[in-house]
Antibody, heavy 122, light 108 residues
Framework: QVQLQESGPGLVKPSETLSLTCSVS????????WSWIRQPPGKGLEWIGY???????NYNPSLRSRVTLSIDMSKNQFSLKLSSVTAADTAMYYC????????????????WGQGTLVTVSS | SSELTQDPAVSVALGQIVRITCQGDSLRNCSASWYQQRPGQAPVLVIYGKNNRPSGIPDRFSGSNSGNTASLTITGAQAEDEADYYC???????????FGGGTKVTVL
């Protein structure tokens, strides 16, 4: 069973870069696509982007200019960087695995991390 | 951009049937997946594909897809089914993922 665990600072200052890492255990990082999803307090889920072990990425257009995903196969980890953060980026951030379809990504997120709350405040 | 629309809230009597819907153009080419999120917890996948349940998900949960609408049905709602439910799908034109706004299910 795949398990995911997010890590990173819980407090980021406005205009700085949010950096989170997701550690994957119980499965090979080359078996799936890997995604970040966030949820502002009291609100719904927002897909941020996904990365494949090859390094190919796909980002939510609303965040594309500020998001970078990367993957480290040697450590079975993938990471999120979100630049120029504001209070609107305050949210619970989840990492999750995205299924692999026949010719590319699937559409379901079967395994999720427990989430990490990131607050943007000075 | 793709959007998925869900009713904000629905209530159901204990043991009765409740259906939650999700509408969006991306559903014409990609089946919806459904997630249950209890307060303070991460979402849990309950339905994916045509109508598949991950291991451990009770068979009272079922899904269907028709045209631009997907539905999640709970047949015989239990107290523990009280939660927020989110649908998601993938836009086949650009492989981007999208979530619905969520439906809060209250079991009376």
């Amino acid at each position: 069973q795949v398990q995911l665990q997010e890590s990173g600072p819980g407090l980021v200052k406005p205009s700085e870069t949010l950096s989170l890492t997701c550690s994957v255990s119980g499965g090979s990082i080359s078996s799936y696509y890997w995604s970040w999803i966030r949820q502002p307090p009291g609100k719904g889920l927002e897909w941020i982007g996904y990365i494949y072990y090859s390094g190919s990425t796909n980002y939510n257009p609303s965040l594309r200019s500020r998001v970078t995903l990367s993957i480290d196969m040697s450590k079975n980890q993938f990471s999120l960087k979100l630049s120029s953060v504001t209070a609107a980026d305050t949210a619970m951030y989840y990492c999750a695995n995205l299924s692999r379809g026949r010719y590319g990504p699937g559409s379901e997120f079967a395994y999720w991390g427990q989430g990490t709350l990131v607050t943007v405040s000075s | 951009s793709s959007e998925l629309t869900q009713d904000p809230a629905v209530s159901v009597a204990l043991g009765q049937i409740v259906r939650i819907t999700c509408q969006g153009d991306s559903l014409r080419n990609c089946s919806a997946s459904w997630y249950q999120q209890r307060p303070g917890q991460a979402p849990v996948l309950v339905i994916y594909g045509k109508n598949n349940r991950p291991s451990g998900i009770p068979d009272r949960f079922s899904g269907s897809n028709s045209g631009n609408t997907a539905s999640l049905t709970i047949t015989g709602a239990q107290a523990e089914d009280e939660a927020d439910y989110y649908c998601n799908s993938r836009d086949s034109s650009n492989n981007q993922l999208v979530f619905g706004g969520g439906t809060k299910v209250t079991v009376l």
